[in-house]
C-alpha cells in the first residue's frame, strides 16, 4: 500500500502497524519500512506517534543508511504539530552538516516554504544547488526536485530568472511549463468567478498530478543479484551447489554487468542491482520453505529484495562510484 492513497481508502493506522511488525521480521529492511510507518501515521493525523517512531530510527543501535533524511522528516513533522523551535534546530543541524543526498535538502526546503518562510526555503534550496550541483555537471534525477522546488520558491517572491531557474524549465518535461505551474497568481484564480479561469486552473493542476502520479507509479526495478566478495565466499563455502552459478567472484561481477547490458539493449527499463547477504538468504529461503542449495532460488530474492527497496539504479550518474564497490569511478570501471 502506497502512503499516498487516500484515506478514505485504507486504514493508515492498522498499515503503520503491518509495516512495525514487518520491519520487526526483516531487520535488513528496517529503515525503510519505518520511514513508510511513519507516513502513514503522518496521514492518520497521529503525528506524536510519527516522531516516536523517527526517534526510533534515530536511536537504533546498527546505524541508519541515511540519518539526515530521517531528522528532516521527523523536523517537518515536529513543526506541523507545533513543535516549532525543535523543528527549526533541527533543520538548521541539517543544513551545517551539509548533507550529499538531495533528499534532506528538499524536505527541509519546504517545510520553511509552507510555514511561509519563503526567503529562509529560497536561502536552503540555494545552498542544495551549490553543494549539490557543482560547476557544468549534469543534474542526476535526484537533483531536479531542488532545482524545481528553488524555482517555484523564487517565483513567489518576484525574483528574476537566474542559471538555475533556466536549467529547471529546461529539465521540466510537464505540457505546462515551471513558470506557469510556480505563478503566484493561480492561488487568486482559484477563488475566481470566471469559468474560463477555473478552466484553465483545473487543467494546469491535472498535468502537475499525472506528472506527480508518474513519478510514483514506476514499478521497481529489474534487478540483478550482487554477491560482494566476502558474501560470495561465505555463500559458496556454505552452500557448494552454488558454484555452478558463481564460478569466481571476478565472473560474477562480470556477469552482472553483461547481463545489464543486455537487458538494456533489449530495450528493458528501469534496471538495477541488489546486493545479497548470506543471513538474508538463508531467512529468504525459509520463508519460501526452499533450501538455500537451490539455484532457481536465486532470481525470486532478487525480485524480492528489489520489491522491499532495496536496489540501486542502474548505470550509476555520471562520475558516480562503480556499483561493484570499488573505489574507482564506473566509467573507469565496469562501465569502461
Known amino acids: ?15 503503520a502497524a503491518r509495516l512495525e511488525r514487518t520491519a520487526g521480521l526483516y531487520p535488513e529492511d528496517a529503515e525503510t519500512l519505518l520511514l513508510r510507518a511513519a507516513a502513514h501515521l503522518e496521514l492518520s493525523g497521529d503525528r506524536p506517534a510519527a516522531t516516536t517512531v523517527y526517534d526510533r530510527l534515530l536511536s537504533s543501535a546498527g546505524g541508519l543508511d541515511d540519518p539526515h533524511l530521517v531528522r528532516a ?30 533528499a534532506p535538502w528538499v524536505i527541509v526546503a519546504e517545510a520553511l516554504e509552507s510555514h511561509d518562510e519563503l526567503e529562509a526555503a529560497a536561502q536552503t534550496f540555494t545552498e542544495a544547488a551549490n553543494l549539490l550541483l557543482p560547476g557544468s555537471t549534469e543534474p542526476s534525477p535526484a537533483t531536479h526536485p531542488v532545482l524545481y522546488g528553488r524555482h517555484r520558491v523564487r517565483r513567489m517572491l518576484g525574483l528574476p530568472h537566474d542559471d538555475w531557474d533556466t536549467l529547471a524549465d529546461t529539465l521540466h518535461t510537464s505540457p505546462v ?37 508518474e513519478a510514483l507509479s514506476r514499478p521497481f526495478p529489474v534487478a540483478v543479484l550482487h554477491w560482494p566478495a566476502p558474501e560470495l565466499t561465505e555463500l559458496l ?48 529461503a525459509a520463508s519460501e520453505g526452499t533450501s538455500p542449495h537451490d539455484a532457481t532460488l536465486l532470481p525470486q530474492y532478487a525480485t524480492t529484495l528489489a520489491a522491499r527497496g532495496r536496489a ?25
Open 237 to 284: 563455502s556454505t552452500y557448494p551447489t552454488l558454484t555452478s552459478e558463481y564460478p569466481s567472484h571476478e565472473a560474477h561481477l562480470s556477469t552482472i554487468e553483461s547481463s545489464l547490458r543486455e537487458l538494456s539493449a533489449s530495450g528493458t527499463p528501469n534496471l538495477g542491482i541488489v546486493t545479497g547477504t548470506v543471513p538474508s538468504y538463508e531467512a529468504f
Open 312 to 336: 540501486v539504479a542502474w548505470p550509476p550518474q555520471r562520475g558516480a562510484e562503480c556499483w561493484c564497490g570499488s573505489t574507482q569511478g564506473y566509467d573507469a570501471c565496469h562501465g569502461s
Open 1 to 15: 500500500m502506497r502512503p499516498d492513497t487516500p484515506a478514505e481508502n485504507v486504514d493508515h493506522t492498522a498499515e
Open 177 to 213: 511549463s515551471l513558470d506557469e505551474l510556480h505563478d503566484p497568481k493561480r492561488v487568486w484564480s482559484l477563488g475566481s468567478d470566471n469559468p474560463a479561469e477555473l478552466e484553465a486552473e483545473i487543467s494546469r493542476l491535472r498535468a502537475e498530478l499525472g506528472a506527480y502520479r
Open 73 to 102: 522528516l521527523k523536523a517537518s513533522n515536529l513543526w506541523e504539530y507545533g513543535h516549532e523551535a525543535e523543528a527549526r534546530a533541527i533543520i538548521e543541524g541539517i543544513r551545517t552538516t551539509a548533507p550529499r543526498d538531495p
